[in-house]
């Protein structure tokens, strides 16, 4: 289902005269309160003005380096023709102009960049987005070329890496299930070439490489997740992760239902039990030829929520918007796409990703409210709540990973609507060991996937005390305050006590319902894909 991809280059020759479909240039807003008012203003009157305001609109926008020489090309009208066209610089908007035979390229494309930042260049994530708002706008184009603000200096790689995905991910397309191409729907762009001073430069040319790489780890995890659930039960998930880390070189372990029950991962098997496709655990490992002298040591387990369908089960979800929960694997897809990029980037460290895959079906077989669940750890747990399946499949991988041995364990999965609740639709909860959660947040806000750092409360886990066994799923009393945290909380217990651990919740930014936006496509989002290959690199140069 993987959309067909767009291809990546540098140029370094003049904008004006790239023979490309359309050239893209950042377009700044200036603060209002800055603009003359007086009609004194430097450059020639522009015709666009707005009367209420008394405001030259040309003098509201500002364009951004990069875009000299198509102004030039202009002959300092690009400003004022872009005013006309009703461009006011705000992130996000796209304004094309047909260039008449003035630049190389028939088309040049304005993309609002919000506000210049006093004195530096736009940070990383707005590059992102509007690289993407451009190239998503601009499909039916064979060729893009980009020349938008990158800064000079030491923040240039980041800025170029940004640009580059961005531009990849807006690209993005789900090929879906259309018996008939639709008319209407232009097919992506084909290749962006991203402007740059110097386009041999090593290091410039090595972000574009990993860009290419991340952005498709993105569209794999975007690809697992928007396919239908009937298409994709744990068996035929199974298979696909296996086929392709296979192909990628990874080693790969899978469990089937008889070697779940043999091995005694009672979780996954406890939440299979109620669907006619029975539950997986994929293993897939990825070790480092050359191994560095401190990373050598350093083993990363990442741990994925792999529920194809979750219906809730016996304790059944409500109709509406059910659909979705076809989502509620995204934790494994993002782990499985982040693995096949390691298996391309290669890095210094030991990784390993765990993806326990189940059903979650009522029928005469499911597990219930009132059972006692014997995990992997040995643990026992009361399930109150068989829409609480989450924690009962990733308890036993969580356990399995520890015990096979790691120095670092991050788990991710579509875990509580309290995540939604507390901190919306793009903003991830982190949970685990304090430090840990601080570098998860960093990797997050570096890679445009936000997270914040959510407490572990000793009153939480006093609440999830059971009257039979050793742990209830949730809060006895099924209270739900705190409703992410007991999540965590729960999770704790499977995880060896030294160690250092993330529970990445992303109920919310995992899923995008709402009409494509910057690097959002509409559907799977492939968060948190990026800040785990972040993370990886991270462990890898820093242990
Ligand atoms: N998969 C859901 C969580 C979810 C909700 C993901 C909304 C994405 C969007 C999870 O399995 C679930 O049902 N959680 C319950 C937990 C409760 C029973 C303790 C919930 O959120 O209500
Ligand atoms: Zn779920
Ligand atoms: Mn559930």
Redesign the pocket.
């Known amino acids: 289902m993987t959309s067909p991809s767009t291809t990546l280059s540098l140029v370094d020759t003049d904008p004006a005269e790239l023979a490309v479909d359309a050239i893209v240039i950042g377009l700044h807003s200036q603060n209002p309160g800055t603009v003359e008012q007086t009609g004194a203003a430097s450059g020639p009157e522009t015709g666009a003005r707005d009367p209420g305001r008394g405001v030259d609109l040309a003098e509201t926008l500002l364009l951004a380096t990069g875009a000299e020489s198509i102004a030039a090309a202009f002959d300092g009208r690009l400003t004022a023709t872009l005013a006309l066209l009703g461009a006011t610089g705000g992130p996000g908007e796209v304004i094309k102009l047909a260039t008449l035979g003035t630049v190389t390229a028939p088309l040049v494309v304005a993309v609002g960049l919000g506000p210049e930042p006093s004195g530096a260049a736009p940070a990383p994530e707005t590059l992102r987005r509007a690289a993407a708002s451009a190239v998503r706008a601009l499909a039916g184009c064979e060729r893009v070329a980009l020349t938008l603000p990158l800064p000079d200096d030491e923040d240039a790689p980041a800025a170029l890496r940004a640009t580059a995905e961005g531009a990849l991910l807006g690209a993005y397309r789900f090929a879906g299930y259309k018996t008939r191409p639709q008319p209407s729907r232009r097919s992506p762009v084909e290749s962006v070439a991203v402007h740059v001073p110097d386009a041999n430069d090593a290091r410039a040319r090595a972000e574009i490489t990993r860009a290419a790489v991340v952005a498709g780890a993105v569209g794999r995890t975007r690809d697992w997740v928007n396919t239908p659930p009937n298409e994709l039960r744990p068996p035929s998930f199974a298979d696909s992760v296996a086929a392709a880390a296979r192909e990628a070189g990874l080693t790969v372990e899978v469990l089937d239902e008889q070697a779940l029950a043999a091995g005694g991962y009672g979780g996954i098997l406890a939440v299979g039990l109620g669907s006619a496709a029975p539950p997986r655990l994929v293993k897939l490992s990825y070790q480092p030829a050359s191994a560095g002298p401190d990373a050598a040591a350093r083993r990363i387990a990442l741990v994925g929520k792999g ?1 194809t369908f ?1 219906t ?1 089960g016996v ?1 059944i ?1 409500p109709a509406q918007g059910m659909w ?2 076809k ?2 694997m995204a934790g494994a897809a993002a782990v499985a796409a982040a693995m096949l990029a390691v298996a391309e980037l290669k890095p210094s460290v030991a990784v390993s990703g765990y993806l326990p895959m189940a059903e ?1 079906m009522p029928s005469g077989s499911s597990y219930r409210p009132g059972d006692v669940v014997t995990m992997y750890n040995g643990k026992r747990v009361e399930v109150l ?1 068989t ?4 924690r009962m499949v990733l308890g036993d991988a969580m356990a399995r990973a520890c015990e096979d041995g790691c120095d670092y364990l991050i788990e991710t999965s ?5 995540q ?1 609740v507390a901190l919306g639709k793009r903003m991830a909860g982190v949970m685990g060991s304090a430090e840990f959660c601080q570098r998860v947040q960093a990797a997050g806000e570096a890679t445009g996937e936000p997270a914040w750092p959510m407490p572990l409360p000793d009153d939480v886990r006093k609440g999830m005390d059971s009257e039979v066994a050793d742990i209830s799923q ?1 809060n006895a009393s099924m209270d ?1 305050a705190g ?1 992410m945290l ?2 965590g909380v729960f999770l704790r217990e499977f995880v060896a006590d030294d160690v250092p651990w993330a529970h990445i919740d992303i ?2 930014p995992s ?1 995008h319902s709402g009409e494509p936006t910057g690097h959002w496509s509409k559907g799977g989002t492939g968060v948190p894909v990026r800040t785990l290959l972040e993370l990886v690199d991270d462990i890898a140069a820093n242990g």
């Open positions: 529920i979750d809730g304790s979800k979705e929960m989502s509620d979650n709540n829409d609480a399946e989450g579509t875990l509580t609507g309290g939604v949730v739900r409703h007991q999540g109920a919310g899923y």
